[in-house]
């Protein structure tokens, strides 16, 4: 893989995600039966300098599940919106950020969680470069984590998980790690969306406290 050093919040870099989001979506993994539904948003959107960022969010350390952990905004789909409805909506309450349905550049693979969620990832692209309006009861924090982070190492971490095949993901960023669920979905976005190439991430296991 060609490393990046940036990437320049331009349209250059829209139209190469929205491109590769269309081309390069593989086969739709198939859902376990009894999974929830939820809708996910990554958002790439510029950091002061210019550079293009991604928005990683802190969970707030009181809420009853994935407490304090990193993610991306999104939760449950309501009985009467698509998967997509939920991501916008649940940015706008967990953030304060009201993308639109042309915010939009495209979709990666659905990946299933042990919690017992079917997460749908919808890539979005926004303009806003100002702080965020978020929801103290559901999140702590909201980052802007710049798109060259994810490829400062080349391979994600694999740690042995308690099912055969289904190594835990790690994946550097910068100089933290984060894990799978989240981890799965960035991983999959930086192969797909910005380097160009097909990857599965469905096989991929969560450590034990992002399963409750």
């Known amino acids: 893989m060609v490393v990046t050093t940036s990437f320049d919040f331009d349209d250059a870099l829209r139209a190469r995600i929205q491109d590769n989001l269309a ?39 009181r809420m009853g599940a994935h ?8 939760g449950k789909v309501d009985a009467d919106e698509t998967d997509e409805e939920a991501a916008r909506r649940e940015t706008a309450e967990e953030i304060g950020l009201n993308l639109t349905p042309d915010a939009l550049l495209g979709r990666l ?17 926004s303009e806003h470069a100002g702080d965020f309006a978020f929801s103290a009861h559901e999140v702590q924090s909201v980052r802007r984590v710049p798109l060259s982070d994810l490829f400062v190492q080349e391979e994600p971490v694999l740690l042995p998980g308690d099912t055969p095949d289904r190594p835990i993901l790690r994946l ?16 999959q976005f930086r192969e797909v969306a910005l380097a160009g190439r097909y990857l599965s991430v469905a096989h991929f296991d969560q450590p034990d406290f992002a399963r409750r």
């Open 23 to 61: 081309r390069l979506i593989g086969p739709t993994p198939v859902a376990p039966a009894g999974h929830r539904r939820a809708g996910v948003a990554l958002i790439v959107a510029p950091r002061e300098d210019g550079e293009a960022a991604f928005l990683l969010t802190r969970r707030a350390p």
């Open 67 to 74: 407490a304090g952990q990193q993610a991306l905004p999104g």
């Open 109 to 125: 693979d659905p990946y299933a969680t042990r919690s017992g969620f079917v997460m749908a990832p919808f890539v979005y692209w």
């Open 172 to 187: 550097p960023l910068g100089e933290r790690f984060i894990h799978a669920p989240t981890a799965a979905l960035l991983y």
